[in-house]
Each structure stands twice: as structure tokens, then as C-alpha cells.
């Protein structure tokens, strides 16, 4: 079963411009979170979809959004870019999100603002 | 709100030694779920072992096992006969129950295994 693959892998923005992330979940699982991980703040849960609709969300500005689609893929954009944005992007699948069920994660796409 | 605390930034120790890393949590919560994940260089974040609140038996997984102690809200890792494709940094992790799927995450330990 092939696992979470995110697209791009790396991308380099200017600031004030906006960008799009993908994310695929593997096969089955229909719960997709995502998360910020920089040096200085660590890891942070930015929102978690599950059958298209958002069900959670963490701290950030309305700059950060996402959405998912009926089959499950996901995608997040930040809209005018700032230099704190640079990243590295997290996104997570399990298979249902109810009780316990494993979270995997993708590899991550690294995003540099300039 | 939750918050997960890691007090060891980096750690590093011989080979085929034993290391323990420390994780402490605050939650007014009963019912949770703590993890630990490693996240090797470059590559991606994988889970190393879980434990469920309610249970009093401390998991193991293999050469990694937990001492979580709930009163004291104290959840450390401990990693046997250390090879040296454990080196990662190693994040402490906390879920409610119904927190759907929202993970706290501690600052991590980054966790170096001498040859």
C-alpha cells in the first residue's frame, strides 16, 4: 500500500504571493490533518478534514486554509506569503479519525519564502 | 490546552547502550492517548510506540518501552541496546480522545547514537 505523498516536495515563494499544497492519503483513510514545523515553534497543528469537511482547526491566521475532496486528497494554500511561513509542511492520514487510529505521515513539503 | 514538555534538547550515547528520553505533559483531561515519534533526518515522521491513559501497563514495543506515570503526568521513552539508525529527533505527542486527530507536540529531542 503506497503511504502519504505530498507535492510538491519543495517550493520557493517571494512574499505577497500565495501557494497551494497537495496532499494524498493512503488508500482507505478518509482523515487528513496537517501540520507547521519550523525551528522556532516547533510542530503545530494547523487543521484535520475528514469526509470534506474541516473538523478541526488549530491557532493560525485565516491566511492558512485547506479543503478536501471527495476522495480524500487534500490541499492547503497560504495566501500573502510572510517570511515566518517558510516551512516545512506536515500532512498526516488515518482511516476514519474516530477512536484511535494510527496517524501516518508524508514526507513533507518544504516551503522557502523569500 | 495541553501543552507537552521536552526538557532535553539533544542527548547523544554509545552504541548498544540504553538511553532514556523524558517527556512531561499538563491536561485536565482523563482520557488521552500519549505517543512518541521519531523523525530521522530527512526522512519521515514515523510512530515508535503509543500508550492509552487508561491503561496502568507501560507499552513495549520491541527495544522501546514507556514509564508513564499519570499522577505525575510523566511520560519518558526508553530505547535498549541502541543501534545506530535511532538517531532522529524524537517527539512527545499528546491526543484526547475526541481531539480528532489534533497531535501536541513537544520541541523534541534530537537523539545521536555513537558508533
Known amino acids: 500500500k503506497a503511504g502519504v505523498t505530498q507535492t510538491p516536495r519543495y517550493l520557493i515563494k517571494t512574499r505577497g504571493q500565495q501557494v497551494t499544497l497537495s496532499c494524498s492519503p493512503i488508500s482507505g483513510h478518509r482523515s487528513v490533518s496537517w501540520y507547521q514545523q519550523t525551528p522556532g515553534q516547533g510542530l503545530q497543528f494547523l487543521f484535520e478534514y475528514f469526509s470534506e469537511t474541516q473538523r478541526n482547526k488549530g491557532n493560525f491566521p485565516g491566511r492558512f486554509s485547506g479543503r478536501q475532496f471527495s476522495n480524500s486528497r487534500s490541499e492547503m494554500n497560504v495566501s500573502t506569503l510572510e517570511l515566518g511561513d517558510s516551512a516545512l509542511y506536515l500532512c498526516?492520514?488515518?482511516?476514519?479519525?474516530?477512536?484511535?487510529?494510527?496517524?501516518?505521515f508524508g514526507p513533507g513539503t518544504r516551503l522557502t519564502v523569500l | 490546552a495541553q501543552t507537552v514538555t521536552q526538557s532535553q534538547p539533544e542527548m547523544s550515547v554509545q552504541e548498544a547502550e540504553t538511553v532514556t528520553l523524558s517527556c512531561t505533559y499538563d491536561t485536565s483531561e482523563n482520557n488521552y492517548y500519549l505517543f512518541w515519534y521519531k523523525q530521522p533526518p530527512s526522512r519521515q515522521m514515523i510512530l515508535v510506540i503509543r500508550?492509552?491513559?487508561?491503561?496502568?501497563q507501560n507499552a513495549t514495543e520491541n527495544r522501546f518501552s514507556v514509564n508513564f506515570q499519570k499522577a505525575a503526568k510523566s511520560f519518558s521513552l526508553k530505547i535498549s541496546d541502541s543501534q545506530l539508525g535511532d538517531t532522529a529527533m524524537y517527539f512527545c505527542a499528546f491526543m484526547t480522545y475526541f481531539g480528532n486527530e489534533k497531535l501536541t507536540f513537544g520541541t523534541g529531542t534530537r537523539l545521536t547514537i555513537i558508533p
Open positions: 498526516a492520514s488515518s482511516f476514519d479519525g474516530t477512536n484511535y487510529n494510527e496517524q501516518f
Open positions: 500508550q492509552e491513559a487508561y491503561k496502568q
